[in-house]
């Protein structure tokens, strides 16, 4: 299986009782209750990471088709996938994850999908990182009978991890149209994709997942005898919807996730290169031309509506992306 890197500017895993979980009426609207117990949650980690190490050891993804979805469980499996094909034998350098001190925070909400994040170290960090990175993994459950599974994962410096706001001793969840933020949720992926193609609105915060990634792009689209595009698109639908979480300083950490598409076309009598693992997962021949299909995963920190600028308002602390298809003409 691919190993989940970070993307850099070059580029870069227990039914609850129905008191704790089920949708309880009271006088005709849904109760706020916690998305999970801390002992559940604990559980829940485990079942991920069992999962997720058998998974890579055999280079299956049924073993933990389970356990993950949304942006990072299209990453896992169609990784996964292409790795099956690379090397059937399953993988022979399999290193166990191994996810430890973990910090859960858990919000208080209504309804489904409920939904938690495990703060946690694991062992195995970037290249050249000056302190131990933190895997930040968001669980989401649709019902009392189906599983936990990771639907986003962050991997951030210990700096980089806000401050989470409290109420009552749990975390306060954003509304997907919340006006307190600058940007809200659910227009996040729009205003991203919009900012990656045409460099506006300017609000995204420079780093190496806005200025720089666009600048590599644009580097990259017109080489000698090979052209690059993109098509961006966002991806808010189901599990793969955005969530956040309220900070202390009035904004919030929102994960999201978008889909594009990388079609590189070589100059007549050349073919574009093409490796292994996007072989694997390819539809069609290579002639001339081959469209990657990526699904790229965010985590945001969102300021306040009334602390923003136009250039400040959301800071794109950590991305994960993986190839899921690829097509050949």
């Not at 790795?83 to 399953?90: E, L």
């Amino acid at each position: 299986m691919r190993r989940l890197r970070p993307a850099t500017a070059v580029v870069a895993t227990t039914v609850l009782a129905l008191t704790a979980s089920g949708c309880v009426t009271v006088h005709g609207e849904l109760e706020l209750v916690p998305a999970v117990t801390k002992s559940e949650a604990e559980q829940a980690l485990k079942d991920f990471t069992d999962a997720y190490n058998k998974a890579d050891k055999a280079y299956d993804p049924a073993l933990d088709a389970g356990r993950v979805t949304g942006p990072l469980g299209a990453i896992n499996q169609a990784g996964l996938k292409a790795r099956s094909v690379t090397s059937p034998g399953g993988n022979p350098r399999h290193r166990p994850l191994e996810l430890t001190d973990a910090k859960f925070t858990i919000p208080k909400k209504a309804g489904w999908p409920r939904w938690f994040v495990a703060d946690t170290d694991a062992n195995r960090d970037r290249a050249g990182a000056k302190t131990d990175d933190r895997w930040l993994l968001v669980f989401v459950r649709n019902g009392n009978e189906q599983l936990w599974e990771v639907a986003h994962l962050a991997i951030l410096t210990p700096d980089e991890v806000p401050v989470f706001k409290q109420k009552d001793g749990y975390a306060v969840p954003v509304a997907a149209n919340s006006q307190t933020l600058a940007v809200a949720p659910k227009d996040l992926g729009t205003r991203y994709v919009s900012y990656l193609r045409t460099g506006e609105p300017g609000m995204f915060a420079p780093g190496a997942h806005t200025t720089f990634w666009r600048a590599s792009r644009a580097k990259n689209a017109k080489r000698l005898g090979l052209a690059t595009q993109y098509v961006d698109q966002t991806m808010d639908d189901g599990d793969n919807a955005p969530l956040g979480l309220e900070t202390e300083n009035g904004g919030a950490l929102v994960f999201f996730g978008i889909r594009y598409f990388e079609r590189q076309t070589a100059a007549q009598g050349y073919r574009p290169k093409v490796d292994a693992d996007v072989k694997a997962l390819m539809t069609g021949e290579v002639k001339n031309t081959v469209t990657k299909e990526w699904v790229s995963d965010q985590a945001a920190l969102v300021k306040p509506a009334s602390g923003a600028t136009d250039k400040d308002a959301v800071a794109i602390a950590g991305r994960l992306q993986g190839v899921t298809g690829a097509k050949g003409e």
